[in-house]
T-cell receptor, first 110, second 113 residues
Framework: GQQVMQIPQYQHVQEGEDFTTYCNSS?????IQWYKQRPGGHPVFLIQ?????EVKKQKRLTFQFGEAKKNSSLHITATQTTDVGTYFC??????????FGQGTILTVHP | EAQVTQNPRYLITVTGKKLTVTCSQN?????MSWYRQDPGLGLRQIYY???????DKGDVPEGYKVSRKEKRNFPLILESPSPNQTSLYFC????????????FGQGTRLTVV
């Protein structure tokens, strides 16, 4: 079935450093969603990308959708301790199904 | 407050003892689904439902059952739980199956011994 590969699995940064997580698919995606899960919490929707080459920003977070719609990235500028958690991308191409990447666990050292 | 409510939050049970995890949403969403989360594997879909009385298998349906008799409720049933079903379970709902955000419940941590 459709798979979305997400890297890295873990990322440890010092507070103030930047962070990026990447998602890749072997097939074209119709849309991709990003979720954040705080430690001990549940996934919370961040954003959805639909258009080829789309770039969206939310304060220090920048989301990109590749030109071929086969990859996406989430970049956080100047991380803060509140950014700690697991970030998931999810492929919403198939109706009725979100296929999640493995997630990237971000830890931020103060 | 718009929310998805799961119960129980934590459950320890023994192999073979039938259990049900309830899920209820108050947003009048048509689409509901169940996921399990395991380290290194992300979230994998178990079952989903597009509306009342309409359900279908996700990626990992073996050992699970669901029903959708009312729009707001989507219980997950484990008829004969086994240790490999020890996991963190999430219920989610959305307006449709595509292009809309999913709202997740708080999660149910299940341990089968």
């Amino acid at each position: 079935g459709q798979q979305v590969m997400q890297i890295p699995q873990y990322q440890h940064v010092q507070e103030g450093e930047d962070f990026t997580t990447y998602c890749n698919s072997s097939t074209t995606l119709s849309n991709i969603q990003w979720y954040k899960q705080r430690p001990g919490g549940h996934p919370v929707f961040l954003i959805q990308l639909v258009k080829s080459g789309e770039v969206k920003k939310q304060k220090r977070l920048t989301f990109q959708f590749g030109e071929a719609k086969k990859n996406s990235s989430l970049h956080i500028t100047a991380t803060q301790t509140t950014d700690v958690g697991t970030y998931f991308c999810a492929d919403g191409t198939s109706y009725g199904k979100l296929t999640f990447g493995q997630g990237t666990i971000l830890t931020v050292h103060p | 407050e718009a929310q998805v409510t799961q119960n129980p939050r934590y459950l320890i049970t023994v192999t073979g003892k039938k259990l049900t995890v309830t899920c209820s949403q108050n947003m009048n969403h048509e689409y509901m689904s169940w996921y399990r989360q395991d380290p290194g594997l992300g979230l994998r879909q178990i079952y989903y439902s597009m509306n009342v009385e309409v359900t279908d298998k996700g990626d990992v349906p073996e050992g699970y059952k669901v029903s959708r008799k009312e729009k707001r409720n989507f219980p997950l049933i484990l008829e004969s739980p086994s240790p490999n079903q020890t996991s963190l379970y999430f219920c989610a709902s959305s307006y449709t199956g595509m292009f809309t955000e999913a709202f997740f419940g708080q999660g149910t941590r299940l341990t089968v011994v």
